[in-house]
């Protein structure tokens, strides 16, 4: 399987009008979850945040809200944001732009998020504009560093070190709170947390006021 586990420049160049870290000197953390929620495993990723009092942000599939609202409402009410990451993970490079908008919309029905995550990362310049515009008003936010925990031919001991190696201040990490990615997840995400909590460092929540003042262009 090919991805980068750290964004290059010529992609975060390509998608500038979209998030990819946080431009911050202190020392905090963005940690991102896709793909849920999940009545199962989302709750083992919020035990694990607990733990640290650790915020998080959760770009949920809105179908998967609509089934698993106790998760959803989980994750909310312990502080964490929640993002929108269409209704039935549709892929924008495969899906017809009228389709996929209409996707986004439907989950903004279930999702009460100014915020944005294409599934795989794949979004056409044109459906970026149109997220940014007076329909949607939604931001893209994208990353700076994947686990990997989707990967299904690595282990999780991979992706701690694919994390540990590449996260930075600023950074914004993505793991899955899918049943795909559980054992990776959850043998990583423990270990992330516990090395990064011992070395000072924050773990927090995306927000407009973050984004607007510490948004890096490119």
């Known amino acids: 399987m090919l991805y980068f586990v750290k964004s290059p420049f010529w992609l975060r160049w390509l998608y500038c009008s979209c998030v990819w870290k946080v431009n911050s000197s202190e020392k905090t953390i963005y940690l991102t979850f896709d793909d849920g929620p999940h009545p199962e495993i989302t709750p083992i ?43 039935h993970h549709l892929n924008g490079w495969k899906t017809d732009d009228a389709k996929y908008l209409d996707d986004i919309a439907a989950a903004k029905n279930w999702i009460d998020s100014d915020f944005f995550r ?43 070190i694919n994390v540990i190696r590449n996260t930075q201040p ?3 990490v993505v793991f899955h709170d899918s049943e795909k990615a559980k054992s990776r997840m959850q043998f990583a995400l423990p270990k992330v947390l516990a090395h990064f909590h011992e070395k000072g460092f924050r773990f927090e929540k995306l927000n407009h006021t973050i984004l607007a003042e510490n948004f890096i262009e490119y």
């Open 45 to 87: 990723v919020l035990d694990e945040l607990k733990k640290y009092d650790a915020k998080a942000t959760f770009f949920c599939i809105g179908d998967n809200v609509k089934k698993f609202p106790d998760a959803y409402k989980r994750i909310i009410a312990e502080g964490h944001a929640v993002a929108n990451h269409t209704m």
């Open 118 to 160: 294409p599934p795989y990362g794949r979004i056409t310049r044109f459906q970026l504009r149109q997220l940014s515009g007076s329909r949607f008003k939604l931001k893209t936010v994208m990353w700076s560093v994947l686990s990997g925990d989707f990967d299904v031919d690595i282990n999780g001991e991979q992706c701690l």
């Open 170 to 172: 600023g950074s914004i």
